[in-house]
């Protein structure tokens, strides 16, 4: 039997992929997506994924969704801006914004729900009397959570921009997870007239998914489940939320239809008759990341005893945010090629 092969993907530094709000447009004279800091035009109209948005002019009291948001308006050099974060941190925090992240006021919890979706509840959202809302996918806005919904926040004179891969690449122009966290972070520069920063977050991620597939442009795609949770069927992650493909994988889970899921659900069998020669497990618990993913490995060692993944042990293990889109998935890209095709980068 071959050595164990399982590596541990934690806190990343910079990153570039999907849960974006995507197609950025653009009033008359107002420079477009592309103008350098200080310079956009008010008002500036975005296509937020089929949903129009006006800024009348750049925010100024901005409330945040999941981690992920908060850390692109910090890369962004936009933490005072932020006057309310969700209250809750579910993975470690970057160690290069964690005194700017903790420095963002937490809102008062309201929902009594696990950590992971944990929220402010409708009214202490409205009290924080933002002029704009950033979050990570629809069910941050959804009023039967009981937060704040869309038309709540409209009302009390915030537009909502919610970032795109979150909800299904197809509700976006079919745009791949990659350009769309790159426009979403052209939007953000756009919104708040700080273009220049924008695209030079979005050249320094293109550079390391650049890098990472010129390492293994000649290696043969490695067979990928990705899981997420479930024991029948199984929830799998689908490259319409994060692009294994970049990291030199081929996702065994391929959703089916015009939604482009991105937590497809499948059975146990399917994924053994597609035997996977790797297996990615993503993790949540805000505890050590080994104790979740430790669990979730001795489950899949006897879910899929004969696949190629558990005779050889591979296994990735990887915290649930580093494939959320954001500043993370650059670096989870070369990590989990690393493990892939390790011989790539001696």
């Known amino acids: 039997m071959k050595p164990r092969w399982t590596s541990k993907v934690a806190v990343g530094l910079i990153a ?16 477009g997506a592309g103008a350098s800091a200080n310079s956009t035009g008010y008002p500036l109209t975005i296509d937020n994924c089929g949903r129009q948005i006006t800024i009348e002019k750049a925010p100024e009291r901005v409330i ?10 910090i890369a962004l050099g936009l933490e005072d801006k932020v006057v309310g974060r969700q209250p809750f941190k579910q993975s470690p925090l970057l160690p290069e914004q964690e005194a700017a992240f903790n420095a963002i006021p937490e809102l008062t919890p309201g929902l009594p729900d696990n950590q992971q979706s944990m929220a402010a509840s409708r009214e202490v959202q409205l009290a924080a009397r933002p002029d704009f809302v950033l979050a990570s996918g629809s069910f941050e806005v959804n009023a039967a959570r009981g937060v704040a919904s869309i038309e709540d926040f409209k009302a ?20 791949s997870t990659e350009e769309l966290v790159y426009q979403d972070i052209r939007n953000l520069g756009s919104i708040f007239s700080v273009s ?3 695209e030079a977050l979005i050249d320094d991620l293109k550079a390391e998914v650049a890098d990472v597939r010129s390492r293994i442009k000649d290696k043969q795609p490695v067979r990928l489940f990705a899981y997420d949770s479930g024991e029948g069927p199984f929830t799998s992650i689908s490259n319409a939320y994060f692009d294994f493909s970049l990291a030199g994988a081929e996702n065994v889970v391929t959703p089916t239809g015009s939604s482009l899921e991105t937590y497809p659900e499948v059975s146990k069998e399917a994924v053994a008759g597609a035997n996977p020669q790797a297996i990615l497990t993503a993790n949540y618990e805000s505890g050590p990341l080994e104790d979740e993913a430790r669990a979730k490995e001795d489950y899949l060692r006897t879910a899929l005893p004969n696949s190629d993944a558990v005779i050889e042990n591979r296994f990735i293990h990887i915290e649930s945010i580093e494939l959320s889109p954001g500043i993370r998935n650059a670096r989870a ?14």
Not at 340 to 345: E, G, R, S, V, W
């Open 64 to 73: 945040t969704g999941y981690q992920n948001t908060v850390e692109l308006m």
């Open 196 to 198: 220049d920063r924008a």
């Open 16 to 31: 570039m992929l999907a849960l974006s709000g995507c197609a950025s447009g653009g009033g008359a004279g107002n420079g």
């Open 333 to 346: 890209v070369r990590q989990i090629a690393t493990a892939l095709h390790p011989d790539a980068f001696k």
């Open 156 to 175: 009390a004179g915030a537009e909502v921009y919610i970032l795109s891969a979150g909800d299904g690449i197809s509700e976006c122009g079919g745009q």
